[in-house]
């Protein structure tokens, strides 16, 4: 008797909980719902200033639209030496199609283009594809490989890493290595490695939106390119300090 009156009650509440579902309105919204948005930030905005005394503003920024999966980039970058009469270097300005493929890494595809903001420049065009996220132990990484209109074949990679000072503050390492595939004579870059760049910059936030910083960095060129410019009677390296803001909104 004990067990038909257990079975008829739990009957009873499996029916009043099927008949409540039924009762949920259908135009109710997902618990979790999917959404657009965007965020642009600002990781170096600087002024430098060299060991040959020479004074550079600096840029480097990237801007996204879109969900969890798919999304839209802008990535610029590039430099103005002061006072020296020439034009703004726009090292790169992309526009990438983006879909998260694993956990924290994307794969990004699109189009850029390069070069001397003047009216004489010649601008290096080209497709880009980028794998673009976070490796383990929090590294942030973008690493590219660029296809110009000649057929060149050119890569980057870029590393950083936040080292968490205090609540407010931080230290962050930074790695930028570049180089070719193919040699580009119309763009004067030779095969093999190009560049190596590493800097360390102290962060402090104000707000999670501003944030100033003070930092160092080393830069050399390598293979071919460090004999091009020995050639040239240039310098094959250089160390810089800086000061700026990393910034988002």
Do not use: H
């Not at 579902?21 to 060299?50: C, H």
């Not at 550079?56 to 970058?77: A, C, N, P, Q």
Request: charge should be negative; glycine fraction near 8%; aromatic fraction near 14%.
């Amino acid at each position: 008797m004990k067990n038909t009156s257990k079975i008829f009650i739990t009957l009873l509440i499996g029916l009043c909980a099927s008949s409540n579902a039924q009762e949920i309105p259908s135009d109710w919204p997902k618990p979790v719902e999917q959404y657009n948005t965007g965020m642009i930030l600002f990781d170096r905005f600087e002024y430098t200033r060299t060991n040959d005394e020479e004074n550079i503003g600096v840029w480097d920024m990237i801007g996204w639209y879109g969900g969890d999966t798919y999304r839209l980039y802008f990535k610029s970058e590039g430099e103005n030496k002061q006072d020296d009469g020439e034009a703004t270097d726009l090292e790169r300005a992309e526009l990438l199609a983006s879909k998260l493929i694993a956990p924290f890494w994307e794969f990004q595809a699109g189009i850029g283009t390069r070069g001397t903001l003047s009216s004489e420049s010649n601008m290096e065009n080209y497709a880009v594809i980028s794998l673009y996220g976070v490796a383990p132990y929090q590294f942030e990484m973008d690493n590219s490989i660029v296809i110009n209109e000649d057929g060149d074949v050119s890569f980057s990679v870029e590393a950083e890493y936040e080292i968490r000072v205090t609540q407010t503050s931080f230290l962050q390492p930074r790695l930028a290595l570049a180089g070719s595939l193919s040699e580009s004579e119309r763009f004067d870059r030779p095969s093999g490695f190009n560049s190596i760049r590493i800097g360390l910059r102290y962060r402090y936030e104000f707000a999670r939106e501003f944030a100033p910083y003070a930092g160092i960095y080393w830069s050399r060129s390598l293979g071919n390119s460090a004999d091009i410019a020995r050639k040239n009677g240039e310098s094959v390296s250089e160390t810089g300090l800086v000061v700026g803001a990393r910034f988002w909104f």
